[in-house]
């Protein structure tokens, strides 16, 4: 990942282009520390949609965070872009995406597999016409999405385990198992350094990489890092986001979160029409203790709020010295 990203540092960290989380501010912090920063670049792409005006505004602060001054130099972060409905993707969002001179665009959570195909060929037809250095990422939690995704023309693979926070393959696996299916695949198919793999879900510290974002609500942050045992202290379920308003999502994805009042009640018995009635009051109130907060099982292990730099540092040293105990391990063994 290092040669196709010059800028970073190896082991590649990437933070995930979270809607309503991962800004400007994120992705210049993730970038400026040796990783990949990715900015949400918006569910609605159709002409005259806020998101359109919102995704430029984050793109020029990035620059100017970044300290790029000239236009035609090289954007190092990415944009993701949420695949619920790509009406107007290809159409508005890649020319302000190929202005900007992005490096990477994220595509996740598409209705159907397919949906890829026409927006991947038309980056393609425009990084060629355009002379634009950009490389497609595609969110997969199947072998069968990875396969498609390679069809596609995907560079890179985001392969998402069910341990992941946030929204995921309501059927998927963890990733400690679909990983190594997924590089078998690229095996099977003669694609192995041709596509890169970024592994994405129940990654927390050095032990499988990255920690807590240091960006984002007090609230959240504060629960994150009080809540322990996230097998049991976390769900997926698709009622998080009946209950949070946003229901939008197709039937093969759900969301791991924190178990909440709202989830409580559900496992009560009380009605999903009460519910919303009373995580709505709460908003309403300016009261938190319904805040749905989207976490993996890998919660426990977060322990404090850090910064950007200081976080990814940290992973990095830590791989690299888990790494070389076990070639002193290695070695042993072969001299034993």
Request: with cysteine; charged share 20%.
């Amino acid at each position: 990942m290092h040669q196709i990203f010059p800028n970073t540092k190896s082991p590649l960290i990437a933070n995930a282009p979270m809607h309503g989380f991962a800004d400007s501010r994120l992705a210049s912090a993730v970038s400026s520390a040796g990783g990949y920063g990715f900015i949400a670049g918006g569910i609605d792409f159709r002409t005259g949609s806020p998101h359109l005006e919102q995704l430029q505004a984050e793109l020029n602060t990035t620059r100017s965070l970044l300290g790029i001054a000239t236009p035609e130099e090289k954007l190092p972060i990415g944009v993701g872009c949420l695949m619920l409905q790509p009406e107007g993707l290809i159409d508005n969002v890649l020319p302000i995406l190929c202005a900007a001179r992005v490096t990477g665009i994220w595509l996740a959570f598409p209705n159907n597999g397919s949906d890829h195909g026409p927006i991947i060929t038309a980056v393609h037809q425009l990084r060629e016409k355009e002379n634009w250095d950009v490389k497609v990422f595609v969110q997969v939690g199947t072998v069968q999405a990875a396969r498609e995704a390679i069809d596609y023309g995907a560079d890179v693979l985001v392969v998402q385990g069910s341990d992941a926070g946030g929204h995921q393959w309501a059927q998927g696996a963890s990733l400690i198992a679909l990983l190594p299916e997924v590089r078998g695949l690229l095996r099977e198919m003669g694609k192995t350094g041709e596509v890169h793999l970024l592994a994405a879900g129940g990654i927390v510290d050095a032990r499988g990489m990255v920690a807590a974002m240091a960006l984002g609500p007090d609230i959240a942050k504060e629960k994150i890092v009080s809540t322990t045992d996230g097998t049991t202290t976390t769900i997926k379920s698709r009622k998080h986001d009946v209950f949070n308003s946003t229901d939008v999502w197709p039937s093969q994805y759900d969301g791991r979160a924190i178990i909440g009042r709202s989830y409580e009640d559900f496992q009560s018995g009380v009605t999903d029409e009460e519910i919303l009635k009373r995580h709505s009051n709460a908003r309403e109130k300016g009261e938190d203790d319904r805040t749905i907060i989207w976490a993996g099982t890998g919660i426990g292990s977060i322990k404090e709020v850090t910064t950007v730099k200081q976080l990814l540092n940290d992973a990095r040293s830590g791989v690299r010295s888990i790494v070389a105990q076990m070639n002193n391990a290695f070695r042993q063994d072969e001299e034993d």
